[in-house]
């Protein structure tokens, strides 16, 4: 089964909206990270943000935020006031706690941002 | 900077000829990983090392050689590259501590074709 799930393969939407790329996850592991990261057209892979399994609070960094439901297993990224350097690919992956070496990649989400 | 350095960018090879992809980070991380991007195939993890002298297999080892002599480095070693090893190389690492909880920070990428 897959770890990590992203159901969106391409999204558009319009400059200065908001956008939710969506993550389901499966683990049976009580500590786990999930992590949303950024590739751009030229390849490099980005960071975004961040959200711990006991966190209560969902995590924010700037125009990112992440909207963490724990029993749904869902980890949607959330990104406000969209520009046109938004425009790539979306990662979405997890690190358990008992395989805490590995980070788990989904498949990605293709976000294209109009002018 | 804090930073993961990855050398080279780009490479073209032909098959047989030894080549090494190396990486280091200034950010005194005890955990290193190699993976690579197919299209289709998502990333997958190579090799990882946990630690100076510790280095174990991910879930596609084969063909690759790793060594973790220095905190700093962990070169990836092709003894014979193969066309099948055409791909896109990325190169992480992260703190130790709580592995699951700690984002990997990604080199450029190093885009190898071995003719």
């Known amino acids: 089964a897959q770890k990590i799930t992203q159901t969106q393969p391409g999204m558009f939407v319009q400059e200065k909206e908001a956008v939710t790329l969506d993550c389901t996850y499966d683990?049976?592991?009580?500590?786990?990270?999930l992590f949303w990261y950024k590739q751009p057209s030229s390849g490099e892979m980005i960071f975004l943000i961040y959200?711990?399994?006991?966190?209560?609070q969902n995590a924010t960094e700037g125009r990112y935020s992440l909207n963490f439901q724990k029993a749904r297993k869902s980890a949607n990224l959330v990104i406000s006031a969209s520009q046109l350097g938004d425009s790539a690919m979306y990662f979405c992956?997890?690190?358990?706690?008992?395989?805490?070496?590995?980070?788990?990649f989904g498949g990605g989400t293709r976000l294209m941002v109009k002018p | 900077e804090a930073q993961v350095t990855q050398n080279p960018r780009y490479l073209i090879t032909v098959t047989g000829k030894k080549l090494t992809v190396t990486c280091s980070q200034n950010?005194?991380?005890?955990?290193m990983s190699w993976y690579r991007q197919d299209p289709g195939l998502g990333l997958r993890q190579i090799y990882y090392?946990?630690?100076?002298?510790?280095?174990d297999k991910g879930d596609v080892p084969e063909g690759y050689k790793v060594s973790r002599k220095e905190k700093r480095n962990f070169p990836l070693i092709l003894e014979s590259p193969s066309p099948n090893q055409t791909s896109l190389y990325f190169c992480?690492?992260?703190?130790?501590?709580?592995?699951?909880?700690?984002?990997?920070?990604f080199g450029n990428g190093t885009r190898l074709t071995v003719t």
């Open positions: 959200q711990g399994s006991y966190d209560e």
């Open positions: 992956a997890m690190r358990e706690g008992n395989a805490g070496n590995m980070l788990t």
């Open positions: 992480a690492s992260s703190s130790g501590y709580r592995v699951y909880n700690s984002p990997l920070h």
């Open positions: 683990t049976s592991d009580q500590s786990y990270g």
């Open positions: 950010m005194n991380h005890e955990y």
């Open positions: 090392s946990m630690n100076v002298e510790v280095t």
